[in-house]
């Protein structure tokens, strides 16, 4: 069974900061990985998706990277920003459909 | 397009009472996904839907859960009788294939309190 954990459970860090935020799944067989991003009462939104067969993508200031082998994913956030302030979720998508970890809740002090 | 809607935001009800949580996908996504969200448990997958047929309801917790979609635009969630502890944030997403690429959209969720 597929397991998804995201290390730290919660960051704060001051405005202009570079970060970087992790993630960790059990079974290498995957077809996609992805990165949301959730608001306080709100939804998921989705910020970068992963194939099996890439290594990386990258949207503005956000970078993903997937090491399959190593079943790691990492969120790179360049110069953060206050409104960057939320909780990000890892998922994995294999034979079934997204496996979420618990989030890593941001904090970004202006 | 006015994205994944869900209805009612916010539910509260006793114990012991039928729930009805709504669900409407985007048009012209043919999977559609439940989840549950709790601070203990995260964002779990109840069920899921391709082309209006259930594929996998093996998260359902219980038999007092159900799910149908009685049409490509509209599903529904059913909890009855409730209990304190189904309490949690229901998501409903939609894409437009079940294991693909394509990536899910999410509802912005009903947030239901059994008292």
């Known amino acids: 069974k597929q397991e998804v954990t995201q290390i730290p459970a919660a960051l704060s860090v001051p405005e202009g900061e570079n970060l970087v935020l992790n993630c960790s799944f059990t079974d290498s067989a995957i077809y996609n990985l992805q990165w949301f991003r959730q608001d306080p009462g709100k939804g998921l939104t989705s910020l970068l998706l992963i194939q099996s067969s890439q290594r990386e993508q990258t949207s503005g200031r956000l970078n993903a990277s997937l090491d399959k082998s190593s079943g790691r994913s990492t969120l790179y956030i360049a110069a953060s920003q206050p409104g960057d302030s939320a909780t990000y979720l890892c998922?994995?998508?294999?034979?079934?459909?997204?496996?979420f970890g618990k989030g890593t809740r941001l904090s970004v002090i202006a | 397009d006015a994205g994944v809607i869900q209805s009612p935001r916010h539910e509260v009800t006793e114990m012991g009472q039928e729930v009805t949580l709504r669900c409407k996908p985007i048009s012209g996504h043919n999977s559609l996904f439940w989840y549950r969200q709790t601070m203990m448990r995260g964002l779990e997958l109840l069920i899921y839907?391709?082309?209006?047929?259930?594929?996998?309801d093996s998260g359902m917790p219980e038999d007092r859960f159900s799910a149908k979609m009685p049409n490509a635009s509209f599903s529904t969630l059913k909890i009855q009788p409730s209990e304190p502890r189904d309490s949690a944030v229901y998501f409903c997403?939609?894409?437009?294939?079940?294991?693909?690429?394509?990536?899910?959209?999410f509802g912005p969720g009903t947030r239901l309190t059994v008292l």
């Open positions: 997403a939609s894409s437009l294939k079940v294991v693909s690429s394509d990536t899910q959209y």
């Open positions: 998922a994995v998508r294999g034979n079934t459909p997204l496996v």
């Open positions: 839907f391709n082309n209006n047929v259930p594929i996998d």
